[in-house]
T-cell receptor, first 112, second 114 residues
Framework: SQQGEEDPQALSIQEGENATMNCSYK?????LQWYRQNSGRGLVHLIL?????REKHSGRLRVTLDTSKKSSSLLITASRAADTASYFC????????????FGTGTRLLVSP | NAGVTQTPKFQVLKTGQSMTLQCAQD?????MSWYRQDPGMGLRLIHY???????DQGEVPNGYNVSRSTTEDFPLRLLSAAPSQTSVYFC?????????????FGPGTRLTVL
């Protein structure tokens, strides 16, 4: 069963605008990660946030985590056409090994 | 480093045929896993391994077998292909087996079962 649900399912913006994607999950987690998938390619890791962290930055990416609401958001600032991709959140539960459970993804289209 | 490699890139099978999807990594990662991705869905874990000789089932293991005889290789076997196994298959690896680590993904194998 899917752990994470991303919202919105699809997002279309212009270059230079900010893009915000949200992820909700069901059970307690150790960590939450965000991955990007370009069309027809494998997934690429973007950022990891631990359950005791509330916010993390990496370049134009900002991730927040609210464990009380079981939700996370990914903000991409000053979007570029090259950011066009699907974005997935993935969680690993408190128990067990590196077993990631992925959400259903947000398809982002950034138009020039 | 080549990272995570997968072969073949594309494959068409008939119902009932068997085949092996290959996955290899050259990063000396202990953790390796197989996912399938279906349209409109995220990735679902099929099987995973935390080291040579150790494998376990994920969320959707039925119809698939794995083995891990070396650290580098983690093949996925389809025993008797069914149309429901039409999907894109991704192999991934990470250094840590205990969580909180980046997973590195291969480019995927697109499988169609007729």
């Amino acid at each position: 069963s899917q752990q994470g649900e991303e919202d919105p399912q699809a997002l279309s913006i212009q270059e230079g605008e900010n893009a915000t994607m949200n992820c909700s999950y069901k059970t307690s987690i150790n960590n939450l990660q965000w991955y990007r998938q370009n069309s027809g390619r494998g997934l690429v890791h973007l950022i990891l946030i631990r359950s005791n962290e509330r916010e993390k930055h990496s370049g134009r990416l900002r991730v927040t985590l609210d464990t009380s609401k079981k939700s996370s958001s990914l903000l991409i600032t000053a979007s570029r056409a090259a950011d066009t991709a699907s974005y997935f959140c993935a969680t690993d539960a408190r128990a067990g090994f590196q077993k990631l459970v992925f959400g259903t993804g947000t398809r982002l289209l950034v138009s020039p | 480093n080549a990272g995570v490699t997968q072969t073949p890139k594309f494959q068409v099978l008939k119902t009932g045929q068997s085949m092996t999807l290959q996955c290899a990594q050259d990063m000396n990662h202990e953790y390796m896993s197989w996912y399938r991705q279906d349209p409109g869905m995220g990735l679902r874990l099929i099987h995973y391994s935390v080291g040579a000789g150790i494998t376990d089932q994920g969320e959707v293991p039925n119809g698939y077998n794995v083995s891990r005889s070396t650290t580098e290789d983690f093949p996925l076997r389809l025993l008797s292909a069914a149309p429901s196994q039409t999907s894109v298959y991704f192999c991934a690896s990470s250094y840590s087996t205990s969580g909180g680590d980046t997973q590195y993904f291969g480019p995927g194998t697109r499988l169609t079962v007729l």
